[in-house]
């Protein structure tokens, strides 16, 4: 088939360039087509209950002066 008649008629032209890629991954050693696989994964915690168990943790660095909430620090940072 010539290339002129290829560009008239997309549904051949389509044909081809699948029998092509089909027999480029035979060349290659790749399988002939890839099936897409895919799984549902469901979330165990939310944002807000991942954040609730941090709570604790924020809340003693709170009490102990660790951390502030005004953004101000009581010490000037550590030279790195």
Not at 9 to 28: A, C, D, F, K, Q
Not at 54 to 65: A, D, H, K, S, T
């Amino acid at each position: 088939m010539k290339p002129e008649q290829l560009a008239t008629n997309p549904s051949e032209l389509r044909h081809w360039i699948l029998e092509l890629i089909r027999y480029e991954r035979l060349i290659v050693g790749e399988p002939e087509t890839i099936e897409v696989c895919s799984e549902k994964i469901e979330l165990q915690a939310t944002i807000e209950e991942k954040l609730k168990s941090y709570v604790p943790v924020f809340q003693e660095l709170l009490n102990e002066g660790a951390i502030r909430l005004d953004g101000y620090h009581d010490q000037p940072m550590r030279e790195r």
